[in-house]
């Protein structure tokens, strides 16, 4: 550890306090040399130039900067697996009972040298000391991201990884490991010897259809280690056989599709069974059988896009409406539509009204119907005419430009929910043309984007909605969406998320509401991984949005078991995150007491059971054994621990790094230099009274 002093001035300076200091101890103390003997007055002028000269010095604000060498050990890293496919099989007891303590083992033989941490990994990377194998997705990838995040620029000696080989999610790990830089060993888990196996691998289907309609289902088979078998393949809904086929199998790896067509005979969220008759001898059945579910709709909604004239907005607006199957869209430049409004669920006004087409009459059915529409403003709409269409949102021209305005998520926005994903695509997408204008809303607007313009977040809406109880209408003050469009392929190579972004507008706009005092919304299907997400909105006898009262919910399984809840508080309404349940049929029921009144909404969700884990139960050591020599390592297997040990420990390259560490503190900050002071002061002020000097 060194020590060095450091000044913003130069230390020309330090002279000007000494002689500063010199000079006024000479002054005070000569005048009496007469009075006190020479040797006194020596030490008081000693006294009051130390006292003077550290004053002097600490007034510069000089800084102790300390250099300390830090020693740090290397870091061995040990991930383990702790996914459903590892402990799944013959081997399950040895992976609960037997091989947490030979990793305890191999920790205490690493530690005193190293720094050994224990990770597990399944759908996420996190610090875990113990293995639960309930993880039910397997992304080796997020072991090398977790890395990377948490340990560059660290002395990690080395990555031990001990897993099946098996994933499911993100890349392949192999690809995702060209980011580390340090030496990783495998521990081989698993076994790789092929049994007798039936496996529903997938099953595709629409996710929406139509009463009465037939809809398409594929379900895709492979059998291994089964050849000269059979199987037979059986559809259920509600217990009742709807479909069976036989499947004999012709290979010991079979492989198979069987298409068939189902009829949609009931409205609303329905739940398929499909299952594969087991075979003699077969050791896995976890992944003989799977649910589907499909929503059947009465009727398709209809939409309708009317254009002041061509742009390639409209066309980005169509086409993420049309990937939604739930929705019919129709397109017409407003000087070539002669039809009827009134068979429309939503009507979309992109640069409408204009100076050439005010529509009055268009304006006035839809009024009568109380059919919602959504605003696309740009430079051919004539903001006086769209002040007067009572959207709740007045513009004010402040000249005939226009500005470039970026969007900003509105946090406080409960509306309808939008993901993570969503949120930060909004924070890297091009600007949208907006006019500069004054904006003012009424009460009942409530903003989903505000206009950001550079780095300047304003109140200003970029995309806005409002409901007077009899309509809703939706604005928005921009035009140029198909740059969106294009940004979202450049950076995903889809449009899924402008798409989804979109669709949730349109859903919102052309819902048909009921006028329930409480309302309560959830997703129709969630997975067993997946949280389940309720959002809700409380209305006062005047219909107005309040959330002053606690709204409860209570969630009931198929066996009757009840799990109350209470929501939280948004900025006018409510959300609830339940968590995670099990594979299942749930129904819910809200009360909200407002006053006197009690107001109640229900309603139902599926949860799909997530067998992902189960399909694939044949450990790939290849995939371990190729991670491994190609990030300068080996690979091993259980019970060859002494050898890992060895193997690391005989590395040059892993040693403990020594770096040096700075900081600095100001010098005023140090408590024995106000002691030291004080204590010159006392011994001064003592000799001088000793002395008789005052």
């Not at 056989?241 to 009931?266: C, G, P, Q, W, Y």
Request: charged share 25%; hydrophobic share 35%; net charge negative.
């Amino acid at each position: 550890m060194s020590f060095n002093i450091t000044f913003d001035y130069s230390y020309w300076v330090l002279l000007l306090c000494i002689l500063l200091s010199a000079g006024y101890a000479f002054l005070l103390y000569y005048r009496n040399k007469e009075d006190i003997s020479k040797r006194t007055s020596l030490i008081l002028g000693v006294f009051r130039f130390i006292m003077i000269f550290i004053i002097s010095v600490l007034i510069l604000s000089p800084m102790i900067e300390r250099l300390t060498n830090v020693e740090e050990d290397p870091i061995i890293l040990f991930v383990q697996d702790n996914t459903g496919s590892v402990s799944f099989g013959p081997d399950s007891s040895y992976f609960i009972n037997e091989y947490p303590d030979e990793v305890d083992f191999i920790k205490n033989k690493f530690e005193g040298r190293y720094d050994f941490r224990t990770y597990t990994f399944g759908e996420s990377f996190s610090r875990n000391d113990e293995f639960t194998y309930d993880e039910q997705v397997t992304n080796m990838a997020e072991i090398f991201a977790g890395i990377q995040t948490n340990y560059n620029n660290r002395n990690v000696g080395a990555i031990i990884i001990a897993s099946d080989g098996i994933y499911n999610r993100g890349i392949n790990p192999v690809y995702a490991s060209e980011t580390n830089n340090f030496p990783l060993y495998t521990i081989a888990l698993g076994d790789t010897v092929p049994k007798k196996d039936i496996i529903l691998s997938d099953i595709l289907h629409n996710r929406v259809t139509y009463l009465d309609n037939k809809f398409p289902v594929q379900a895709q088979i492979e059998a291994i280690e089964c050849m000269g078998e059979s199987t037979e393949l059986v559809v259920r809904k509600d217990n009742n056989e709807v479909f069976s086929k036989k499947i004999d199998i012709r290979s010991n790896h079979h492989f198979e599709t069987v298409d068939f067509m189902l009829r949609a005979e009931e409205p609303g969220l329905q739940r398929y069974s499909v299952e594969l008759s087991p075979v003699e001898g077969e050791v896995n059945l976890e992944n003989n059988s799977m649910d589907f579910f499909i929503e059947v709709l009465d009727s398709r909604q209809k939409v309708l896009i009317l254009s002041n004239s061509p742009h390639p907005d409209v066309g980005a607006i169509k086409q993420s409406i049309e990937k939604n199957d739930r929705y019919e869209v129709s397109s017409f430049q407003i000087n070539e539509f002669d039809k009827n409004v009134n068979k429309f669920n939503l009507v979309i006004f992109h640069q409408l009204p204009s100076n050439r087409h005010s529509l009055s009459e268009i304006m006035e059915s839809l009024d009568e119907h109380s059919i919602p529409r959504l605003y696309v403003l740009g430079s051919q709409t004539n903001i006086s005419t769209f002040n007067n269409l009572q959207t709740g949102i007045t513009i004010t021209p402040r000249s005939d430009n226009f500005n470039e305005v970026l969007p900003e998520f509105n946090q406080n926005f409960s509306l309808f929910s939008i993901d993570e994903n969503t949120e930060n695509f909004f924070k890297y997408l091009p600007p949208l043309h907006a006019k500069f204008a004054g904006y003012e809303m009424a009460g009942n607007v409530r903003t989903f984007l505000f206009q950001k313009i550079g780095n300047v977040v304003t109140d200003d809406p970029l995309v806005a909605f409002s409901d007077d109880r009899r309509q809703k209408n939706g604005v928005i003050t921009g035009e140029g969406l198909w740059r969106w469009r294009l940004h979202n392929y450049m950076h995903e190579q889809n449009h899924n998320i402008l798409n989804d972004f979109i669709s949730k507008m349109v859903q919102y706009l052309s819902l048909m509401e009921d006028r329930d005092h409480l309302q309560v919304s959830s997703e129709n299907v969630y997975y067993e991984n997946e949280p389940v997400h309720f959002t809700a909105e409380v209305y006062n006898q005047s219909y107005e949005l309040i959330n002053e009262p606690e709204l409860h919910i209570t969630v009931i399984n198929e066996e009757g078991v009840e799990y109350p809840y209470v929501f939280s508080r948004t900025a006018n309404a409510y959300t609830l995150d339940a968590g995670t349940f099990a594979a299942g049929d749930y129904k819910y029921e809200a009360y909200v007491e407002v006053g006197d009144d009690k107001y109640t909404d229900k309603g139902k969700f599926s949860v799909a059971k997530l067998n992902i884990e189960k399909l694939q139960t044949i450990a790939n050591h290849g995939l371990m054994y190729r991670l491994a020599k190609e990030n300068d390592g080996k690979m091993f297997y259980p019970g060859e621990w002494e050898k890992l040990f060895d193997e690391i420990t005989k590395r040059k390259d892993i040693r403990p790094l020594i770096y040096s560490q700075k900081s600095f503190k100001d010098a005023i900050s140090l408590n024995w230099l106000f002691f030291l002071i004080l204590l010159i002061v006392s011994l001064e002020w003592f000799l001088r009274r000793r002395s008789g000097l005052y």
